[in-house]
């Protein structure tokens, strides 16, 4: 059974950084199509970004281009989310999920999903 477990979230003001990380357990990491989502309230869940097994591609929502990267580390079976140039809008819980078909993760029906992080933004 697949564990995704994250971590890194908090508060930052406008401008700012954050790391989020996803450490998965239970199966081998390069099987998997990695995600973050993010939902805020009163909104739909929104896709974030993904990265193909063993980082071989990566593909990103509208909003965060040019600000968020996702990464792995291979040796500790983790993803990373680097969010750079922190906007207030970015605030949401944040989940980490994987599938071992890219296009789940693509259509936000993963087969595992994280517990989220919070993530809030000051102005």
């Known amino acids: 059974q697949v564990q995704l477990v994250e971590s890194g979230g908090g508060l930052v003001q406008a401008g700012g950084s954050l790391r989020l990380s996803c450490a998965l357990s239970?199966?081998?990491?390069?099987?998997?199509?990695m995600g973050w989502f993010r939902q805020a309230p009163g909104k739909e869940r929104e896709f974030v970004a993904l990265i193909t097994p063993r980082g071989s591609g990566t593909y990103y929502g509208d909003p965060v281009k040019g600000r968020f990267t996702i990464s792995p580390d291979n040796a500790k079976n983790t993803v990373y989310l680097q969010m750079n140039s922190l906007k207030p809008e970015d605030t949401a819980v944040y989940y980490c999920a994987a599938d071992d078909r890219s296009s789940k993760v693509v259509a936000g029906t993963c087969d595992y999903w994280g517990q989220g992080t919070q993530v809030t933004v000051s102005s």
């Open positions: 239970g199966r081998t990491f390069g099987s998997y199509t």
